[in-house]
């Protein structure tokens, strides 16, 4: 089974606290949404949870393993996957290229030829495959982005977080993308993503993370979470005289949640 | 894709052929062919390490000289003798002594040759082997300095490396006794006794054995690249090149690749200068200069960095330019210095390639054959899948310009 | 044991302890689960400190770690080092004679501030173009030239500052021309892979600019004579002399001796640093630069052109390193090579002080200043002493690279 445990993790760059004391456990392949204002400190938790970036204190374990102390790429290896906000396709290397590189990195005594075939079908999947030969820097924006996401089939991690997958995409590929999610999540993947697409996130995760200020604020069911004040106080302000001090408060919501 | 192969190959015929009897066509030349040759195999190595790998060295002429010192040094210090000296710094090894001649004794094994029993062997290293140790050396110092600096963001190997050339020019010319200083370091011909081959005698100053010997190394180092970049190594160097996080998101060893990359062609480097040396005869610390690293990447990037052989085409014939634009020139009464002039050209010529064909001026008509009909195969393929939005249709000027 | 070896060893001991404290520390604190953030760092220190023992007592404790674990094991190590340094070599002139370290300190501190001066314009350049000039040693180097032709040639009876004047807008026009020329490009997305080519062509100046100087003004050295003669001032020196000057040297309470062009130099400097200060945080243009250099976008946004700061940057820190050229000449003898040493030297400054910092930059030369002093002066072999005068630097630039790559000062990123 699938298991993540943030257990208080901060991340101070130099007196910043752009990430402070966060804990939460995933178990099984939830679907998670994690959502907050500019600056609340989504990208750094990915940052940590992939390995990126080391916290400053507090431990991340991911199928029993302690994950913080490892560099990302055995990270990647226990089974975890992240896609960029900015979207990060080799460029130029073909789009056969950019799939091949996951898989013959978790698979060291593979050869090339064997992957082909796997990738020609997540090309599929992702309506690129008419693409293969072509640089990735020739695709649109939009193409890249599944480009991504087709790495990451390839790759093939338990775990996926997904940094802004809708942002600044066609609504055609858009859909393509909904589907990727609700597809792979079907086939026991769990999923963080990070979205400022309210709507999108309110209907496709089934928890909502919710960060403010570095905090977790929230942590619970979607429709719960849209009641919270907390959550409310963060997106709208308060009107209290420290507005950009968010309220310390107990976590309300139990942060399992069978699925 | 047939034809592709076929032209492809005929290519690689018809090139090697012509490196092959270069030697008959200018016998005159042979000594800048051998040098033409060793730049060729720097600037492909370089252009591997920079072009493929996007790690950016400055000292990779240091690592050549690293790999002629140590052939040189060899060949000056170390001798194999069947009797103990008595005198020297030696080692037993079976039935033969390791001697190393001191530094501060260089006389010691002539002294010991008197007292030594008739029939006692004294033999140097061949060259094959002392240039092998070179290499050894080279990829030492490689390793050493990738797990230092390659950890790091890009610009501090740039940074490490021009310091580190710098010094090693620095020590070897502070270390006279050792490696004889500015005035250079003595090193024997390749083939010190001459050689024998189809009936026909190599005088052991004879440029021709040189030549071949350099071709060589040449062809087995572009075929060792050629192999190593299509292989999964040459994908995850350039997905490290392209984004070395997101290469490290999808499970690829960063660190280890970069630092198996600068080793590999630390040794490269390596190789080459040992032949040089030998061949040369006479290294200085010069040949490190800042001076013929920025010869080495104008080739490079003139040839075009992101292809081996363009960086080799591109070194053999800014090599023989070099050499053709040495004479002065002279307009009436006014005389102009050329020796210096032309570099003072390759610079500016690197820089302008550089600002506005970032791909060389080589590599452009390479990728123009390779890559002929990658673009109508997408186009032909798009125009049947009805489904592709057409909003999302992919910018196809950039990579027909490409 | 006989007497230099004990150096050695002492190097040795704190190399071996350093390197199992710095690898096994974070095993032990992440077996524990504890947190790991600088152990590595913190147990190099205390292995080369302490050794085993200290090692030892900290993987039994595992107590919380802060920054002040590393300064004072630092200092530590720095005293094993000076005792098993005065052990080895009890003649040395290090060793015997307080006046001859304080003068050499003394004379790092001032060479010091000028190599600060020059990591100054390359730390400028980075923060706000985010590149690393490697044609930098070549400004620095032209600088010198131009006050020698200006001084020596062109004009020869001339205030030599005025050669310092056209040095600073020799460099400073040069500067803004390669910017336009070659840098712009990358920030209007006419250039590809801006971060490999901005390291490119900049060598590539490097490379220009040397020929060019070569061709132009040939090989042989120029030497350009101190710029000012400082009038004597002598005072008995039974009344607690402070100062004694003569044309050429100038003495600090009988103790310290330094040349007087460097005098010249160091005031050089610090008149410079005051302006710069000034300009950086007191005018509209400094303050605008600084925005910059922490947020493009927010900076444009407010109204500040960045591309026309780009410019200014580059060609500020190319005046820079040509001032401080200006300033040196009169001190060393010049030839068109002159910038390798000296660019390498702003290199180990900027990653000693930390990438993008600008009182790194300062400190850094001080520092550097002082250490290749003391090892120009303290090494016995006094040849081999001068000529490995750059290797001091490479030392320092290793031990921040395997210790704290992000330099003192740098900001982790």
Redesign the interface.
């Known amino acids: 089974m699938i298991k993540l445990d943030v257990n208080h993790v901060s991340k101070n ?2 007196g910043l606290l752009a990430v402070n004391r966060v804990s939460f456990q995933v178990r099984g392949p939830e679907l998670i949404g994690l959502i907050g204002p500019n600056g609340a400190g989504k990208t750094t938790l990915t940052n940590l949870l992939s390995g990126a970036l ?6 991340i374990y991911m199928n029993e393993q ?1 994950i ?2 490892l560099p990302p790429y055995k990270i990647a290896a226990v089974g975890l996957g992240r896609t960029f906000q900015v979207t990060r396709a080799f460029r130029r290397m073909t789009v056969m290229e950019n799939l091949l590189v996951p898989a013959l990195a978790m698979h060291p005594a593979a050869r090339q030829r064997q992957f082909v075939e796997k990738a020609k079908e997540v090309a599929e999947f992702l309506t690129i495959d008419h693409l293969l030969n072509e640089y990735a820097r020739a695709l649109s924006g939009g193409q890249q982005k599944l480009l991504e996401l087709g790495r990451l089939l390839m790759l093939d991690p338990d775990f996926i977080i997904l940094d802004e997958p809708f942002a600044g995409v066609h609504p055609k590929l858009m859909e393509i993308i909904y589907e990727y999610i609700i597809q792979t999540n079907k086939n026991g993947k769990a999923f963080i993503i990070i979205s400022h697409d309210m709507e999108t996130i309110f209907t496709l995760s089934q928890r909502l993370l919710v960060m403010a200020f570095g905090e977790l604020i929230a942590d619970g069911p979607p429709a719960e979470v849209r009641k919270d004040p907390a959550v409310i106080e963060a997106y709208l302000g308060s009107d209290s005289d420290k507005p950009w001090e968010p309220k310390r408060r107990a976590k309300r919501n139990g942060s399992k949640i069978e699925s | 894709m047939r034809n592709m192969k076929l032209l492809k190959t005929l290519t690689w015929v018809v090139g090697t052929g012509f490196l092959i009897i270069l030697p008959f066509l200018i016998p005159t030349r042979m000594h800048v062919a051998v040098i033409a040759l060793y730049y060729a195999i720097l600037a492909s190595s370089w252009a591997l390490l ?1 072009g493929y790998g ?1 790690q ?1 060295s ?1 000292a990779h002429m240091a690592f050549a000289g690293l790999g002629a010192y140590t052939a040189g040094l060899i060949g000056k210090f170390i001798r194999f003798t069947t009797a103990p000296t008595g005198l020297c710094t030696e080692f037993s090894m079976g039935d033969w002594w390791l001697v190393v001649q001191d530094a501060g004794s260089p006389t010691c094994l002539e002294t010991a040759k008197a007292a030594m029993p008739v029939g006692a062997l004294i033999v140097k290293l061949p060259a094959w082997l002392d240039i092998t140790m070179g290499i050894i050396v080279g990829g030492l110092f490689g390793l050493l300095i990738g797990a ?2 390659l ?6 190997l ?3 490396t ?3 050339a ?2 090693l020019r ?2 070897i ?2 270390e006279r006794d050792i490696t004889g200083g500015p005035g250079g370091l003595k090193v024997d011909p390749l083939f010190p006794n001459g050689l024998t081959i189809f009936g026909r005698t190599f005088e052991a100053a004879d440029k021709l054995p040189s030549y071949y010997v350099m071709l060589v190394l040449f062809l087995a180092v572009l075929a060792l690249m050629y192999w190593l970049v299509g292989s999964r190594f040459g994908l995850f160097i350039r997905s490290i090149r392209e984004d070395e996080e997101a290469a490290a998101s999808l499970g690829v060893n960063v660190v280890r690749y970069k630092i198996l990359l600068f080793t590999i062609t630390a040794m490269i480097a390596a190789a080459a200068g040992g032949v040089y040396a030998h061949f040369v005869r006479v290294i200085a610390p010069n040949m490190m ?3 013929e690293m ?1 010869v080495v ?2 080739m490079a ?1 003139i040839g075009g960095m992101e292809s081996l052989l363009g960086a080799a085409i591109g070194a053999i014939i800014i090599e023989f330019a070099l050499e053709q634009l040495r004479s002065d020139i002279t307009i009436g009464s006014f005389s102009i ?1 050329m020796t ?2 032309r ?2 050209v ?3 010529l ?2 302008i390639t ?2 506005f064909w ?1 791909n060389g001026l080589i590599f452009p008509i390479i990728q123009r054959i390779t890559r002929r009909g990658v673009a109508e195969e997408t186009v032909a393929k798009r125009v049947q899948p009805a489904s592709t939005p057409t909003a999302e249709a992919p910018v196809m000027e950039q990579e027909v310009e490409a | 044991m006989n007497y230099p070896s004990i150096f050695w060893y002492a190097v040795l001991w704190i190399i071996v302890w350093g390197a199992v404290g710095a690898l096994v520390t ?1 095993r032990v604190y ?1 077996r524990k ?1 504890k ?3 600088q152990t590595a760092m913190i147990g190099a220190f205390i292995g080369g400190a302490f050794g085993p023992v200290g090692l030892i007592i900290l993987w039994v404790l595992t107590p919380q770690l802060s920054a002040k674990w590393i300064l004072a094991s630092g200092l530590v190590v720095l005293l094993w080092l000076g005792l098993a340094f005065s052990r080895a070599d009890p003649d040395n002139l290090c060793v015997t004679s307080g006046s001859f370290v304080a003068t050499q300190l003394a004379n790092g501190l001032v060479i010091g501030s000028i190599y600060g001066l020059m990591a100054l314009g390359l730390t400028l350049i980075f923060s706000i173009l985010g590149i ?1 000039s ?1 044609a930098h040693g070549e400004f620095y180097m032209l600088g010198g030239m131009v006050t020698y032709y200006f001084t020596q040639v062109f004009f020869p009876e001339i205030n030599p500052l005025w050669g310092v004047l056209a040095a600073a807008l020799f460099t400073f026009v040069l500067g803004s021309i390669f910017e336009l ?2 840098l712009r ?1 990358m920030i209007t997305g006419q ?3 801006p ?3 901005a ?3 900049t ?10 100087t ?2 132009l003004v040939g090989a042989s050295p120029k030497k350009v004579p101190r710029f000012f003669d400082y009038p004597k001032v002598e005072v008995p020196p039974d009344s607690g002399a402070i100062l004694k000057m003569t044309p050429g040297n100038v003495t600090f309470f009988d103790i310290i001796s330094i040349p007087s062009p460097r005098i010249t130099a160091l005031i050089i400097a610090l008149i410079l640093l005051a302006a710069l200060l000034y300009f950086l945080y007191r005018t509209w243009t400094g303050k605008a630069l600084r925005a910059v250099s922490q947020d493009r976008q927010a900076a444009a946004v407010t109204g500040i052109n960045p591309k026309r700061m780009n410019t200014l940057a580059f060609s500020l820190g190319g005046m820079l390193a040509g001032i401080s050229g200006a300033a040196l000449v009169q001190v060393f003898s010049w030839v068109p ?1 002159v910038g ?2 000296a ?2 030297r702003s ?2 400054i900027i ?1 000693l002080g930390g ?1 993008g910092s600008l009182p790194g930059a300062f400190i850094g030369g001080l520092i550097l200043g002082v250490v290749e002093a003391l090892g120009a002066g303290c090494v016995p072999d006094p ?2 002493a001068a ?2 005068l ?2 001091y ?2 030392i320092i ?2 031990l921040v ?2 210790l704290k ?1 992000t330099g003192l000062f740098g ?3």
């Open positions: 760059f130099g080391k916290p400053t204190n507090g431990t302690r913080d102390v | 920079a996007g950016f400055f230092l600096v950890r790091l963001r890009r610009t501090y740039a940074l490490f021009i310091a580190f710098e010094i620095t020590v010319n502070a200069v800042i001076k920025s990447i104008a990037v210095n210096d002039w570099l003072v390759f610079g500016a690197l820089m550089l600002r970032g | 974070p992440a689960d947190f790991t953030h690393v490697f020329l070659f490009p250039i590809e892979r971060g490999e080519y390291i490119l062509v060598f590539g100046l490097a490379f220009f600019l040397q020929y060019t070569l061709s090579w390798i040493p660019s390498s290199f180990v990653v990438m040849n081999r000529a490995y750059p290797a630097g490479m630039l290793v690279l395997l790559p900001r982790e990123l």
